[in-house]
């Protein structure tokens, strides 16, 4: 079969996508040509691309965006956001441009642990393993103390070593869980080390401590991504006098959009929606910092269903005072060292544009661009709904999309002004305008 092949990352880049093209691509030609227009030309920048991965053929690129205007703690930033979605960097900036006059954004960190586990097998008397582990404590920490030790000068470092009894949850099932402290590292790398570290020292000492067949058995070592106790709060006030939006008058507006918000705590439904709303700010800043989104996506998403059903991140109330509280509390494990912030170009650019942040400031501008394009969102869906806005946005997409020129993007972005946009509606406009 020549679609498969072996040995194929130690082939040439050119080797690579010359294969590809001729096995699997419709238009061999047309798909080399691809990978060409979208490899840089700057040799060495294309290399620091190619080496983040294996077998690299060429670049993807999305939009790297600013969304200027967030005043946060007083502070003022142009947020950098990479994000395909058209009226998401625009909803950010009207969000932002909406709160500046009303005291802006405000955060606070509430905690920045990080966990990872050692997880076991083990079938004898429980007294006995922990006993084991209470015996060997110190000497897990000290063999860690090699990992751990320029964490530590930087304030940083393990917390603690627990053995955690899951046999309720299954059969024979224990777990080491550590807590670390990572600065300004998302730490993962520092994390796994000293989990596998661990995981080495404990089957050696357990060698020693068990008879062969009643020894503890380490099954795997990896850091967690639900982080509950890595977490910011981010939060706008005003009293609702202040507040209306496309002609929607304050006290109104302020218990249309409480009611949204208590509705996505309610139900699923509308809470995953709600919170995918809340992740286009999110990721949109957590992939301009060169961060992990998936790891992000997932420690978000269980701590959306952390008291068991699944509920809005976001909560918003008419205080006794008439003001309007709309509030952001997520977990976000973010570093601004290591990783890819130290390699990518517009990475390094994205965290100077923020002014070299650390990560808990960077924890707290991601939780802004989020609860931003969570009011955006909102506002929109309980006044005009989304579809007006998003469809102006999504205009230059349809006429793209449909080869338009330049003078003819510029005729009908004139002309739909005014009118709803379609696809069906930019097909008939873009046709009658050659006829
Ligand atoms: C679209 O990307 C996001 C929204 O659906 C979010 C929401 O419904 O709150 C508009």
């Not at 802006?104 to 997880?119: L, Q």
């Not at 000293?194 to 000492?205: G, S």
């Not at 269903?305 to 509280?325: M, N, V």
């Amino acid at each position: 079969m020549k679609e498969i092949i072996s040995g194929f990352s130690k082939k040439s880049k050119e080797e690579k996508a010359q294969w590809l093209a001729q096995t699997f691509a419709s238009d061999p030609e047309k798909a080399l040509a691809l990978f060409k227009t979208y490899t840089h030309p700057n040799p060495e920048i294309q290399e620091i691309h190619d080496e983040f991965i294996e077998n690299t053929l060429a670049n993807y690129y999305l939009p790297f965006a600013i969304a200027p205007n967030f005043l946060i703690d007083q502070k003022v930033y142009a947020i950098p956001m990479v994000i395909e979605e058209s009226s998401v960097v625009a909803a950010a900036s009207k969000a932002a441009k909406f709160w500046l006059d009303k005291g802006g954004f405000h955060t606070e960190i509430v905690g920045t642990e990080k966990v990872g586990h050692v997880h076991l097998n083990y079938f004898g008397e429980p007294k006995q393993l922990f006993a084991f582990f209470d015996a060997h404590r110190e000497a897990f920490m000290q063999g860690l103390k090699p990992l751990s030790a320029s964490m530590e000068k930087r304030g940083g470092g393990i917390k603690s070593l627990e053995l955690v009894d899951k046999t309720a949850a299954l059969d024979g099932y224990y777990h080491i869980a550590l807590t670390f402290e990572t600065k300004d590292a998302m730490g993962a790398n520092f994390i796994n080390s000293c989990l596998e570290q661990l995981a080495q020292d404990f089957r050696l000492k357990a060698q020693e401590a068990f008879k062969a067949d009643e020894a503890p058995e380490v099954v795997m070592s990896i850091l967690s991504n639900y982080v509950p106790n890595c977490v910011v709060r981010a939060w706008v006030r005003c009293p609702i006098e202040q507040l209306g939006y496309e002609g929607v008058e304050g006290a109104e507006f302020a218990a249309k959009f409480c009611r949204a918000v208590a509705i996505a705590q309610a139900e699923p439904y509308r809470a995953v929606t709600h919170n995918k709303g809340i992740m286009n700010g999110i990721d949109a800043v957590v992939i301009a910092s060169g961060n992990d989104f998936r790891a992000v996506e997932a420690g978000v998403h269980a701590y959306a269903s952390r008291d068991g059903q699944y509920r809005s991140l976001t909560k918003a109330e008419i205080t006794p005072d008439q003001e309007l509280h709309f509030e952001l509390e997520i977990p976000l494990a973010l570093g601004t060292v290591g990783g890819l912030t130290a390699l990518h170009p517009m990475v390094k650019l994205a965290l100077d544009l923020l002014d070299h942040p650390s990560a808990e400031d960077l924890m707290k501008i991601t939780a802004v661009a989020g609860l931003a394009q969570n009011f955006g969102a909102v506002s929109s869906l309980v006044t005009t709904g989304i579809q007006k806005g998003h469809m102006k946005m999504h205009l230059l997409n349809l006429l793209n999309a449909e080869g338009a020129s330049a003078s003819e993007k510029e005729t009908l972005t004139a002309h739909f002004k005014d009118k709803t946009v379609s696809s069906a509606a930019v097909k008939e406009a873009l046709s009658q305008l050659r006829q």
